[in-house]
């Protein structure tokens, strides 16, 4: 049972224009969500987190939206550049020590320049 | 300096063979975790380790075993490797359990023939 879902395994958007992935979660007890980002090879990133008392955090390009009534959260990136093509992994926890970390699948980015 | 590093990087080994992934992280966090990445994409938490004690163990086959001489290292030793083990395994740390932003090693990949 997938608890954190990102639906839309791939997405390409022009260069400039503004990237929305979309993830959803059915673990109402979740109240921490980060956004990852991964290139091939390599680690996943730390790019972005909310936590459940806010709707919003923004970081320079990247903004995070948290609905928590529809258990959906979504990362804008705009401006988007060639650099923001990889994979972006969604996950979620809760604030209690024990509380995994969920992962969902992920959305690969392509940014076109 | 590599903030969370994984030896060695790529593994390729026989059905039946005992293998070990090290993990070492110079953050100072008190807290660390082992993922499989399997063929499907997915993250899956297996391991977390908060001041060298186990606190997460979630289902995983008795012949991986997590050890943790010292906060700053969690190594994972698998027995009677399968070829299902093929995957993805990462290391992480957080600052401690719960709510807290994780950082990823690079990543070991290993092949079972």
């Not at chain 1, 791939?10 to 400039?16: I, R």
């Not at chain 1, 705009?78 to 992994?89: I, K, L, N, T």
């Not at chain 2, 953050?27 to 060298?52: E, R």
Request: proline content about 5%; glycine content about 6%; aromatic content about 12%.
């Amino acid at each position: 049972d997938q608890q954190v879902k990102q639906n839309s395994p791939s997405l390409s958007v022009q260069e400039g224009r503004i990237s929305i992935l979309n993830c959803d979660y059915t673990n109402s007890m979740f109240d921490y969500f980060l956004w990852y980002k991964k290139y091939p090879a390599e680690g996943p990133t730390f790019l972005i987190s909310i936590s459940s008392i806010k709707d919003k955090n923004e970081d320079g390009r990247f903004t995070v939206f948290l609905n928590k009534s529809a258990k959906h959260l979504s990362l804008h990136i705009v401006p988007s550049q060639p650099g923001d093509s990889a994979v972006y992994f969604c996950a979620a926890s809760g604030l209690s020590g024990n509380t995994p970390l969920v992962f969902g699948k992920g959305t690969r980015l392509s940014v076109i320049a | 300096d590599t903030a969370v590093s994984q030896t060695p990087k790529y593994l390729v080994t026989q059905m039946g063979n005992d293998k070990s992934i090290k993990c070492e992280q110079n953050l100072g966090h008190d807290t660390m975790y082992w993922y499989k990445q399997d063929s499907k994409k997915f993250l899956k938490i297996m391991f977390s380790y908060n001041n060298k004690e186990l606190i997460i163990n979630e289902t995983v086959p008795n012949r991986f075993s997590p050890k943790s001489p010292d906060k700053a290292h969690l190594n994972l030793h698998i027995n009677s490797l399968e070829l299902g083990d093929s995957a993805v395994y990462f290391c992480a740390s957080s600052l401690r359990t719960g709510g807290e932003t994780q950082y990823f090693g690079p990543g070991t990949r290993l092949l079972v023939l």
